[in-house]
């Protein structure tokens, strides 16, 4: 599982992934849970078919399909889906899905982005959510918000939407031992009389708010003055607690962040306690979305340096019309070709006419497996000149289609020295032979000699 895969299955939200004949191209794990598609992955069936046993796209107020917006008007939209399940029961499906283009700029796909959003429908009166929705809309599209800005953003939220008057946000370390304060809210800044107020707490000497921690779920309190197993007292200096409500944040089975709200003017309730969860944990997956993004971005650029300054020259070629889709900075240098004027080239822009069928059946073998290095392969450049490589080619899938990766390597040199030496040889084995000729000739003469001091010397006699 390579990198870009290892990170969508990891993410809370779940993805999919469809062509504009609403074909499934990918679902990652947390899209399956959604819909309890836990035996399979649909990945090759229709999103209504395999979702709602449908035989058309989605169309009725209780599943708006956002493909007309995306595929039809390019642009991202938010819609929600009711899905009832098996067994009875009905989730409200909530999607923010955004278009995917290719180089020319249409749209080819769509992404989806799910979350099962159940809890709004179930929540206590439309009036008493205004305020938190709103909220958390807002946070919502703080897509392009750093972190600090997003902590700060819930930071106030939170006492809104639980009409507390101090909060706090602290983020913990790996092992859960250690939490460190992001941010006080405030007020408490303002009428905090402690002196170095401390920015890490140790856990095992913390008191209610590490019980959060220690027993893995919220904790309220609506007396702080009644005695309480759980409080080891206030600092001198520190405001006055006369309410608390603390929640842990998750990230599977771990916790990664702690947050509480204290003194609001009446007792904290299951609302308050929804709201300020939801918030948190929207929170946390906007800012684990844009971790992996960063990481995604990293990846890519690190992708990019490595696929821009590799020795080699690199295609990826479509073979559904033998169309270049992409290729490096050195194959560009080997055809004198531009990116954007190598782009959409066909594989016989590259090669001289009258090899090009031996060079298709080639890609075709290497397309099938049959074999990966094709040696001594003529490729012609721009201006039409004529150089050699060895290509080193494998089939690949991305967004549905085949491609093959092409590794040139120009032997160019390799054959001028090839041929050298084989010139040199060709010499060196004319060379031979005139000199066995030349040895055997002079054997022949010594023997004449031989024969005529013979004979003179049997005259002499």
């Keep these: 599982m390579d990198f870009s895969t290892r990170v969508l299955e990891s993410m809370h939200e779940g993805v999919l992934v469809v062509d504009r004949d609403y074909n499934i191209i990918y679902a990652n794990r ?71 283009r290719d180089a020319g700029g249409r749209v080819v796909q769509m992404v989806g982005i799910l979350s099962d959003v159940t809890y709004r429908d179930r929540s206590e009166g439309a009036l008493q959510l205004l305020e938190p929705l709103q909220l958390m809309l807002t946070l919502n599209k703080m897509t392009d918000s750093t972190q600090k800005e997003i902590l700060d953003f819930v930071l106030e939220a939170c006492l809104k939407v639980t009409g507390s008057r101090y909060s706090f946000i602290g983020l913990m370390n790996q092992d859960e031992s250690v939490m460190s304060i992001y941010a006080w809210s405030r007020d408490v800044m303002k009428h905090c009389r402690v002196k170095e107020l401390p920015l890490r707490f140790e856990v095992a000497a913390g008191g209610l708010w590490a019980e959060t921690i220690r027993q893995r779920g919220p904790i309220m309190v609506n007396d702080y003055s009644e005695p309480n197993q759980y409080k080891k007292g206030l600092p001198e200096g520190h405001v006055p607690i006369t309410r608390f409500l603390g929640i842990p944040v998750f990230d599977g089975e771990r916790i990664v962040a702690t947050a509480a709200v204290a003194n609001k003017e009446t007792d904290y309730n299951e609302f308050d306690l929804h709201v300020f969860s939801v918030m948190l944990n929207d929170m946390w997956r906007l800012i684990r979305r844009r971790e992996v993004e960063e990481r995604l971005r990293e990846s890519e650029e690190k992708f990019r340096m490595i696929f821009d300054n590799a020795t080699d020259g690199i295609l990826l070629v479509d073979m559904s019309d033998r169309k270049i889709h992409t290729g490096n900075r050195r194959i560009c240098e080997m055809l004198d070709y531009t990116p954007e004027e190598l782009k ?20 075709d073998r290497q397309l099938r497996r049959e074999f990966t290095l094709a040696r001594d392969v003529p490729v012609k450049r721009k201006d039409g000149r004529i150089f050699y490589a060895d290509i080193n080619s494998s089939p690949m899938r991305l967004a549905g289609r085949t491609y093959l990766l092409c590794i040139f390597r120009d032997i160019t ?10 010139r040199r040889l060709e010499e060196l084995e004319r060379f031979r032979r005139a000199t066995v000729h030349r040895e055997f000739r002079m054997q022949e003469l010594k023997e004449e000699i031989k024969r005529l001091r013979s004979r003179l010397e049997a005259m002499g006699g």
């Design 30 to 100: 947390a899209f399956c849970e959604i819909y309890n598609l836990r035996s399979r992955r649909p990945t090759g069936g229709k999103c209504y078919e395999v979702l709602y046993n449908q035989e058309e796209p989605c169309s009725d107020d209780q599943r708006i399909c956002p493909g007309g917006d995306v595929f039809g008007k390019g642009r991202d939209v938010k819609v929600i889906h009711r899905y009832f399940h098996d067994d009875g029961r009905e989730s409200s499906i909530e999607m923010y899905a955004s278009p995917v």
């Design 344 to 363: 959409g080239l066909h594989v016989m822009d590259i090669h001289p006419m009258e090899e090009l069928q031996l060079i298709i059946d080639k890609l």
């Design 413 to 422: 040199e390799r054959k001028r020295i090839e041929d050298e030496l084989r």
